[in-house]
């Protein structure tokens, strides 16, 4: 393990750079729920608040509906393709 961790040079098969970038992309455009819509900016860049919205918006949400069926009906909580 310390010869690993002391290495200048990891040599990483070919195979888990291709995983990993398959992986990283799941995670950014298939697992991320877009909730933007209510969400506005806050007093520091780096931090958001909830808007003032109706709630019937919220229903109609498709975000919101992959949260209810991840709660409610055991789901994946990933958006319907």
């Not at 808007?51 to 069926?69: C, G």
């Amino acid at each position: 393990m310390k010869e690993f961790l002391t290495a200048e040079k990891i040599d990483v098969p070919a195979e888990f750079k291709r995983n990993a970038r398959r992986f990283l992309y799941y995670q950014l455009y298939r697992a991320s729920l877009p909730l933007g819509e209510f969400l506005e900016s806050s007093v520091r860049v780096t931090q958001t608040r909830l808007k003032h919205f109706n709630l019937n918006d919220l229903q109609q949400s498709s975000s919101m509906q992959a949260i209810l069926d991840g709660l409610l009906q055991n789901g994946d909580f990933l958006l319907k393709e």
